[in-house]
Nanobody, 123 residues
Framework: VQLQASGGGLVQAGGSLRLSCAAS????????MGWFRQAPGNEREFVAA????????YYADSVKGRFTISRDNAKNTVYLQMSSLKPEDTATYYC?????????????????WGQGTLVTVSS
């Protein structure tokens, strides 16, 4: 499985970005997908997850109401729409493909990881 994340960049506080993650090598539509992030000096943390059929989405409290995860199974792509960005959202964002029954919030529930895309929010 290969996951290719893109869409990161530099944005001012209050702005928006949309991250994309294209998957190949597996039947994408059968798997849960997640976004995680890691800021310098910090551990990687859960951001959002979406079930294989988009019926369920989950968010970290820190991004709830500002970020939206979605997927297009026809395009083998998962998205993370980020709005009202804050400097504390600055991190490298990783997409991941999960193999558990329910979309998870922990690293161990995801088997395949993308290379990461850097998001920098300036104040």
């Amino acid at each position: 499985v290969q996951l290719q994340a893109s869409g990161g960049g530099l944005v001012q506080a209050g702005g928006s970005l949309r991250l994309s993650c294209a998957a190949s090598g597996r039947t994408f539509s059968r798997y849960n997908m997640g976004w995680f992030r890691q800021a310098p000096g910090n551990e990687r943390e859960f951001v959002a997850a979406i079930s294989w059929g988009s019926a369920n989405t989950y968010y970290a409290d820190s991004v709830k109401g500002r970020f939206t995860i979605s997927r297009d199974n026809a395009k083998n792509t998962v998205y993370l729409q980020m709005s009202s960005l804050k400097p504390e959202d600055t991190a490298t964002y990783y997409c991941a493909l999960g193999t558990t029954v329910v979309a998870g919030r922990t690293d161990s529930e995801y088997k395949y990881w993308g290379q990461g895309t850097l998001v920098t929010v300036s104040s």
